[in-house]
């Protein structure tokens, strides 16, 4: 299991930008897909962007896509999630995650998550 540590999160205003991070522990974390998860209390944890072990497949949630951008390093043990154009609805504790498969986007898949960091919008 590999430990996952997010950082980048704030209070911003609506049309901002943040980028958040995520630092995997093992460099081992290359062969794992990686993805990005949003929960706001009291309801399910919800699917944000996935990007494959080799990084030549992403996929986003229609409520972020054109907005939002998932990559990794070379390395394949660090997640950035580029968040542009941020409305109040993205309000949320976001996670990183990691899957033994290649590539996948249902939370059930992720075996190691990361504490969370929490992303506020205000209007």
């Known amino acids: 299991q590999v430990q996952l540590g997010e950082s980048g999160g704030g209070s911003v205003q609506a049309g901002d930008s943040l980028r958040l991070s995520c630092v995997a522990s093992r460099r081992s974390s290359a062969h794992y897909g990686m993805g990005w998860f949003r929960q706001v209390q009291g309801k399910e944890r919800e699917f944000v962007a996935a990007i494959s072990r080799n990084a030549n497949m992403t996929d986003y949630a229609n409520s972020v896509k054109d907005r939002f951008t998932i990559s990794r390093n070379d390395l394949g043990n660090t997640l950035h999630l580029q968040m542009n154009s941020l409305k109040p609805e993205d309000t949320a504790v976001y996670y990183c995650?990691?899957?033994?498969?290649?590539?996948?986007?249902?939370?059930?898949?992720?075996?190691?998550w990361g504490q969370g960091t929490q992303v506020t919008v205000s209007s």
């Open positions: 995650a990691a899957t033994l498969k290649p590539y996948s986007v249902s939370a059930a898949d992720f075996h190691s």
